[in-house]
């Protein structure tokens, strides 16, 4: 399952939403999961089964979708919020996408 | 708390062998699943192989069917993965991942990372 994030970059202020697009080539159910990695450090899960948040994530990031179509929302950007952001799929052998860069505007 | 750490990375010559070790502390390793999932420059996140629990299940990424085995020792809370006629393709930072409870494949924590580099 090829899964692909739009947009590649994306450029937001402090404060502001942020909303991250991932799709799927096929149906993944709710198999979904979003990371979170910063320069030079490991991927941290954020969300799984689409939308529920894993331990310590902060209420602002929120998941959603199902089927082909997933979306990430970070409601009001901190600073520690700018990093590379990937969608991972689990309904099949795992695959993620290219990632999507969230900079600050 | 959990903790991974990746180790037995390093540059090798095409077509040799590297083993690399994740060892595990702050959770009951005996009882999840485990993962190892690479990362090449500037690229996503690739899952290359995945083991049961007990271990007696592994399954693999086609491109390292046959090259790359993934095992585990429970009584020493380590997670390996030996890695056979390596490729110039195969560089990259190699992560292990716990899996949460149940059947699903996605990492609920993340080890550091190890970079294997196999130059051409």
């Known amino acids: 399952t090829v899964m692909t994030q739009s947009p590649a970059t994306l450029s937001v202020s402090p404060g502001e939403r942020a909303t991250l697009s991932c799709r799927a080539s096929q149906s993944v159910g709710s198999n979904l999961a979003w990371y979170q990695q910063k320069s030079g450090q490991a991927p941290r899960l954020l969300i799984y089964d689409v939308s529920s948040r894993a331990t310590g994530i902060p209420a602002r990031f929120s998941g959603s979708g199902s089927g082909t179509e997933f979306t990430l929302t970070i409601s009001s950007l901190q600073s520690e919020d700018f990093a590379i952001y990937y969608c991972q799929q689990y309904y099949n052998w795992p695959t993620s996408g290219q990632g999507t860069r969230l900079e600050n505007k | 708390q959990v903790q991974l750490v990746e180790s037995g990375g390093g540059v090798v010559q095409p077509g040799r062998s590297l083993r690399l070790s994740c060892a595990a502390s702050?959770?009951?390793?005996?009882?999840?699943?485990m993962q190892w999932v690479r990362q090449a420059p500037g690229k996503g996140l690739e899952w290359v192989a995945v083991?049961?629990?007990?271990?007696?299940?592994?399954y693999y990424e086609d491109s390292v069917k046959g090259r790359f085995t993934i095992s585990r020792d429970n009584s020493k809370n380590t997670l390996y993965l030996q890695m056979n006629s390596l490729r110039v393709e195969d560089t990259a930072v190699y992560y292990c991942a716990k899996r949460p409870s149940g059947k699903s494949w996605y990492g609920d924590y993340w080890g550091q990372g190890t970079l294997v580099s196999v130059p051409s």
């Open positions: 083991i049961s629990y007990h271990g007696s299940n592994t």
């Open positions: 702050g959770f009951t390793f005996s009882s999840y699943g």
